[in-house]
């Protein structure tokens, strides 16, 4: 979804047509959870779509640092977040039994897998291109 | 850029976005931090944060997607978009 999320926000998102909700799986175990969390976190500071965009944006810089919970902290603060409330939102691991929680009702919904996307309600399993997307969206449109 | 210059620009984006009506500080009471939908910017015509864009700081992912409406769905699942967008798209996915 890296580059084909940008595509659908800039297509339909930002003309109204369409919203995106997130439901976050964890099944790289801590370090989703933990990105995840500082997403939630960045939400407190209405940055939460922001901060999962740099998260997403640098996966693999994040992957393989020391500290997944350092790295996280300075992407907030690249972005804007302040980081004394950002980092006592992470410490607090306030939002680690409602994220783990929704994980375990997507496994009960059947999503087994990641990526899975729903479009007004048609499941889709797997990866897809943008225009993959956009075949289905436009059918849709009213 | 110094500090205070940072901060009051953030204040200013707070101001701007209309952010103010989600807590900061408390845990939820329930397993979501919201049981009611929560909306920031509804407005998905406008752009007010572009002034602090075109400063080009670290700062402009956020702008970029943050100018667009977001909140909270009943739920407490994070919402991107017009609330009433007649097209939903759940995205179900990892970080990495």
């Given at each position: 979804m890296?580059?084909v999320?940008?595509q659908?926000?800039?297509?339909?998102?930002?003309?109204?047509?369409?919203?995106i909700?997130?439901?976050?799986l964890?099944q790289?175990?801590?370090?989703?959870?933990?990105?995840?969390?500082?997403?939630?976190?960045a939400?407190?500071?209405?940055?939460?779509?922001?901060?999962?965009?740099?998260?997403?944006a640098d996966?693999?810089?994040?992957?393989?640092?020391d500290?997944?919970?350092?790295?996280?902290g300075?992407?907030a603060?690249?972005?804007?977040?302040?980081?004394d409330?950002?980092?006592r939102?992470?410490q607090?691991?306030?939002?680690?039994?409602?994220?783990?929680t929704?994980?375990?009702r997507?496994?009960e919904?059947?999503?087994?897998?990641r990526?899975?996307?729903?479009i007004?309600?048609?499941?889709?399993?797997g990866?897809?291109?943008?225009?993959e997307?956009?075949?289905?969206?436009?059918?849709l449109?009213? | 850029?110094?500090?205070?210059?940072?901060v009051?620009?953030?204040?200013?984006?707070?101001?701007?976005?209309?952010?103010?009506?989600?807590?900061?500080?408390?845990?939820?009471?329930?397993p979501?931090?919201?049981?009611t939908?929560q909306?920031t910017?509804?407005d998905?015509?406008?752009?007010p944060?572009?002034?602090?864009v075109?400063?080009n700081?670290?700062?402009?992912v956020?702008?970029?997607i943050?100018?667009?409406a977001?909140?909270?769905?009943?739920?407490?699942y994070?919402?991107?978009?017009?609330?009433?967008?007649?097209?939903?798209?759940?995205?179900?996915?990892?970080?990495?």
């Amino acid at each position: 979804m890296l580059e084909v999320e940008p595509q659908l926000i800039d297509t339909y998102v930002r003309t109204g047509k369409m919203r995106i909700i997130v439901r976050p799986l964890f099944q790289t175990g801590e370090d989703s959870l933990l990105a995840a969390h500082a997403s939630e976190c960045a939400g407190e500071q209405q940055h939460y779509f922001a901060m999962r965009s740099a998260i997403y944006a640098d996966q693999g810089g994040l992957y393989a640092a020391d500290s997944m919970t350092a790295g996280l902290g300075q992407r907030a603060r690249d972005i804007g977040i302040n980081g004394d409330d950002f980092d006592r939102c992470m410490q607090s691991d306030k939002y680690r039994l409602p994220l783990l929680t929704e994980y375990t009702r997507a496994k009960e919904a059947g999503i087994v897998s990641r990526p899975v996307f729903e479009i007004n309600g048609q499941r889709i399993i797997g990866a897809r291109q943008f225009s993959e997307f956009a075949d289905i969206i436009d059918h849709l449109k009213p | 850029m110094s500090i205070i210059r940072i901060v009051g620009i953030s204040l200013f984006i707070c101001i701007l976005a209309n952010c103010g009506s989600q807590s900061a500080g408390s845990p939820p009471a329930t397993p979501w931090p919201s049981a009611t939908v929560q909306t920031t910017n509804a407005d998905t015509t406008s752009t007010p944060v572009a002034p602090i864009v075109a400063t080009n700081q670290p700062t402009a992912v956020a702008n970029t997607i943050d100018s667009l409406a977001s909140g909270l769905t009943p739920e407490g699942y994070h919402v991107l978009g017009n609330m009433t967008a007649p097209i939903t798209f759940v995205d179900y996915s990892d970080y990495f």
